[in-house]
Structure formats: C-alpha cells, structure tokens
C-alpha cells in the first residue's frame, strides 16, 4: 500500500458525459500527479499540481481539467468524454522535486 | 524532449534464474533520475529501484540491481534468483532533477516490458 487513495476504482460512463475522479496524497506529500495508462499511448503525463498551483502540463486535452484543494486532495474532471477516453487513470504524489512518485491504485474508466 | 525506449515487449524467464531488461534514454540533461517501476496484473504501479544521474555506484535492492551507462545512455534491471511473484510489466522512466516551470518533476516512461516468469 502506496499511502496514496484514488476514487472510484471503476467508473463505467457513456460518451458526452463527465466524470469526476478524486485523489488523496500521502500524508505530507504536496505534489500530485495525473497519469493516463492506455492501450495505444502508454503511460503518459497530464498534470501536476503543487501545494495548490498548477506546476506543469503535460499531454492533458482541454476536456480535461484538475484541481488541487487546501487539504491536498486533487480532482480530475473528464468532460464530454470519448470513447478513446477509457483509460486507467493514476495520481501520484510526493513531497517534492527530488522525491520518488508512489502511486495510487488508479482508476479504470470505461466509456461506452 | 526526453524519451524513453524499452527495445523487449516481452522476456521471459525460469524461476531461480537471472533476467535482465534494457532501457535507454535520450536527454540533454546532465542531472536527473531514472526508475524501474513494476506493474502486476493488480495494475498498481510499484517501485522497484531509482538511480541518481550522478551516482556512479549502480542501485540495488535486494535481488534487483541495475547497470547504469551514463555515457552510454541506457539503464539495464538485473533481476536475480526470480520468483514467480516478479511476474509483471516493468516500465523504466525518466525524470529530470532540475527545477522548470513548464515540465515540473514529471515522469517519462518507456513503453513497458511484459516480464514471464515459468516455474
């Protein structure tokens, strides 16, 4: 067990709809990370989020937005989403720049 | 930009024995991190071992150590003595140790070697 929580698990949605996916870091940690896991694009970045600030941006889609709260939990908003959407969605965290990332269990999207 | 190439999709190894899994990298960067992460059938990302850029002395932990080519650009995982428990995809990644605004402290992985271990 990373330390690290992600929520729902599995979220099962249709096209055109918006999901939410929720992210609590390690307790201290104050960097959050998004990643995306899927079949034809591998592993690969979409934010990060530092002590409540956007830090960087990587591949991640206008439909696509975050946010990272006062008590250090970070959001993933998915919105008019797509088939090509369904992924497995990671969040990561830790303490700072020199730190190791551990990762949360992710959450497996599946857009119908 | 940085990028990570993993040249084995799948490898394959008898319990007991040695396996190794290649990576290479390409960066202009002096300073930085390298990582094997493993990822079972579960999915959950697990860290294996990190290496520091300007650490000569290679990595190890336990029965996994690491061959870091610095000029070379590439970061072999030795897996020693394997156990059925190893079975999984191992994802090798980059991650640069300065400080930018735009690129942050993300992590750039390779495409995955799916490792098979048979008893």
């Known amino acids: 067990d990373s330390g690290v929580t992600q929520t729902p698990k599995h979220l099962i949605t249709a096209t055109g709809q918006r999901v939410t996916l929720r992210c609590s870091p390690r307790s201290g940690d104050l960097s959050v990370y998004w990643y995306q896991q899927s079949l034809d694009q591998g592993l690969q970045f979409l934010i990060q989020?530092?002590?409540?600030?956007?830090?960087a941006k990587g591949n991640i889609l206008e439909r696509f937005s975050a946010q990272q709260f006062p008590d250090l939990h970070s959001e993933l908003n998915l919105s008019s989403l797509e088939l090509g959407d369904s992924a497995l969605y990671f969040c990561?965290?830790?303490?700072?720049?020199?730190?190791?990332?551990?990762f949360g269990p992710g959450t497996r999207l599946l857009v119908l | 930009a940085q990028t990570v190439t993993q040249s084995q999709p799948e490898m394959s190894v008898q319990e007991a024995e040695t396996v190794t899994l290649s990576c290479t990298y390409d960066t202009s960067e002096s300073d930085y991190y390298l990582f094997w992460y493993k990822q079972p059938p579960s999915r959950q990302m697990i860290l294996v071992i990190r290496?520091?850029?300007?650490?000569?002395q290679n990595a190890t932990e336990n029965r996994f150590s690491v061959n870091f080519q610095k000029a070379a650009k590439s970061f072999s995982l030795k897996i020693s003595d394997s156990q059925l428990g190893d079975a999984a995809m191992y994802f090798c990644?980059?991650?640069?140790?300065?400080?930018?605004?735009?690129?942050?402290?993300?992590?750039?992985f390779g495409e995955g070697t799916q490792l098979t271990v048979n008893p």
């Open positions: 990561a965290s830790n303490r700072g720049r020199g730190e190791t990332q551990y």
């Open positions: 989020y530092y002590n409540g600030e956007e830090r």
């Open positions: 290496q520091e850029a300007y650490k000569q």
């Open positions: 990644a980059y991650r640069t140790r300065a400080l930018r605004e735009t690129s942050g402290s993300r992590l750039t």
